[in-house]
């Protein structure tokens, strides 16, 4: 049974997890361990009741055979775009908890380039509001600026009241030092902390692609890697001078990555940092001829920074992986590349591409999907992690590494689809969401 059957059923696909349910014979995995451990594991009432090979089968449960499969925690996304309110042809927020939950995520913190912004708390309440009746986990950014213009700080105070962590004008940068300084003097006394999106939009040009030979063969004035890492350089030094903790949202070059390092490793100032799945899959050579599936802001980089990007996500100079899901219609999309939109779809494939391309050939384990896209995620906005651990909440993603997904339009939950792995097949399958004792999917 497919998420998309359930919906004409019970709001949302939520259907209860029969009060019981025991996974047998399950491959178990941690952020602490590369090692798969092989266990049974006791669900009841939303909790996880006991794990072990030795845990005997309650008669009232029921029983799934996991033989071979993997048993994850849920994926927590820091950095997706549900588009609503204002963009709601693209995504609103139900279709977007779906798509998450299609992909095994059952939480994700929303970004505040909507129309109206979400610059205030009234804006704030309606999303937080239309976020609870999903039945997943759904937070929001807030604006850093009314109107994410850059000059006047947003109502940070009554946004810090109803739960807002995360400061961000995503899609563009604060192009006034002096408003980001004074925002993050004044919100660091709140507990709240800053999101950049690092671009110098006089360097950027149309946000097409990046500086190089498939910019210069194409005839498009493409965007420095130097572009991004300025303006990382610059709030980072911003966020050290206030004592204030600044996130690096989407890096995109190894000349970006390469001065998060250098700053982490003074210890001098509170930074973190995520990157993209397809930052580190993709290339501009995958542009093609003005495949605007591949169009990106951040743009794709060279396989060098592929390369090196993936390096730096081993070596922790990454704190999450998150998608940037930013859907777009199919007629936005069909545009020129300079005036098609940036993004792609992401929540719905990261999970199996992360598979597909780096656990399945070893490149690493399934304890860096777990750290990267699951505990450290929540631990970022400040939420337990959700690991297969006895009396720990039942949220997680049973997966078959032997399955494989194709990703039709029947597939996709998302009201967009503008991925570039449309109708790609690709090893794996999520076979099972669990969050909070519901069951959201089951195929």
């Known amino acids: ?42 669900v009841e009432d939303g909790l996880i009741k ?51 939950i299609n992909g095994g995520v059952t939480g994700v913190v929303m970004m505040p380039n909507t129309s109206p912004a979400l610059d205030n708390p009234a804006t704030i309440r309606t999303v937080l509001d239309a976020g609870k009746a999903t039945g997943i986990t759904v937070l ?25 962590k995360m400061l ?28 950049s999106h690092c671009e110098v939009p006089e360097l950027a040009g149309p946000r097409a692609l990046t500086e190089g030979p498939t910019a210069f063969r194409l005839g498009i004035k493409g965007s420095p890697p130097c572009a991004e890492e300025i303006i990382i350089d610059r709030d980072i030094r911003i966020a050290h001078a206030t004592g204030a903790h600044i996130h ?13 390092r250098w700053w982490k490793e003074r210890g001098d100032v509170k930074v973190t940092a995520e990157v993209a799945p397809h930052h580190l899959m993709f290339s501009e050579d995958d542009i093609g001829d003005f495949d605007t599936h591949y169009k990106m802001n951040p743009p794709l980089r060279t396989k060098r920074d592929n390369a090196l990007l993936l390096e730096g996500l081993k070596q922790g100079v990454f704190d999450l992986i998150a998608t940037d899901h930013a859907p777009h219609t199919a007629f936005e999309k069909s545009q020129d590349f300079v005036s098609a939109p940036n993004g ?19 490149n690493f384990g399934w304890d860096l999907v777990v ?24 949220e997680f993603v049973l997966f078959n590494p032997a399955a494989t997904t194709t990703f039709t339009r029947e597939y996709m939950q998302s009201r967009s689809e503008n991925t570039p792995f449309l109708n790609q097949t690709l090893r794996g399958s999520i076979d099972l969401v669990v969050h909070n004792g519901l069951l959201l999917l089951e195929r």
């Not at 998309?4 to 059923?9: A, K, M, P, S, W």
């Not at 009232?60 to 775009?81: N, Q, S, T, W, Y």
């Not at 994410?148 to 810090?160: F, N, P, S, V």
């Not at 792609?344 to 070893?362: F, K, M, Q, R």
Request: aromatic share 8%; charged share 20%; net charge negative.
């Open 248 to 260: 690096i949202q989407h890096v995109s070059s190894a000349l970006g990555m390469e001065t998060i």
């Open 1 to 42: 049974m497919s998420l998309r059957d359930l919906t004409g059923i019970f709001p949302f696909s939520h259907i209860p997890c029969m009060n019981a349910l025991f996974l047998k014979n399950c491959l178990i995995a941690s952020e602490d361990s590369p090692q798969l451990t092989p266990g049974h594991v006791w």
């Open 140 to 164: 929001t950014s807030g604006c850093i600026t009314k109107g994410r213009h850059g000059k006047e700080l947003a109502a940070i105070d009554g946004m810090r009241h109803l739960g807002v």
């Open 50 to 100: 006991a794990v072990g090979m030795d845990v005997p089968q309650p008669s009232h449960a029921r029983e799934i055979d996991a033989a071979g499969r993997v048993l994850l925690p849920a994926m927590f996304d820091a950095h997706v775009h549900f588009r609503e309110p204002g963009f709601e042809a693209k995504e609103n927020i139900a279709s977007g908890a779906r798509a998450a």
């Open 168 to 195: 961000t004008d995503d899609g563009d940068s604060v192009y006034d030092p002096a408003v980001l300084y004074r925002a993050m003097l004044y919100a660091k006394e709140f507990g709240m902390f800053f999101a």
């Open 371 to 394: 750290k990267r896209y699951s505990a450290e995620p929540r631990r970022f906005m400040g939420l337990d992690p959700v690991p297969i651990e006895a009396g720990k909440p039942a």
């Open 344 to 362: 792609i779809t992401g929540l719905e494939t990261a999970l199996i591409s992360l598979y597909h391309y780096y656990v399945h050939s070893n």
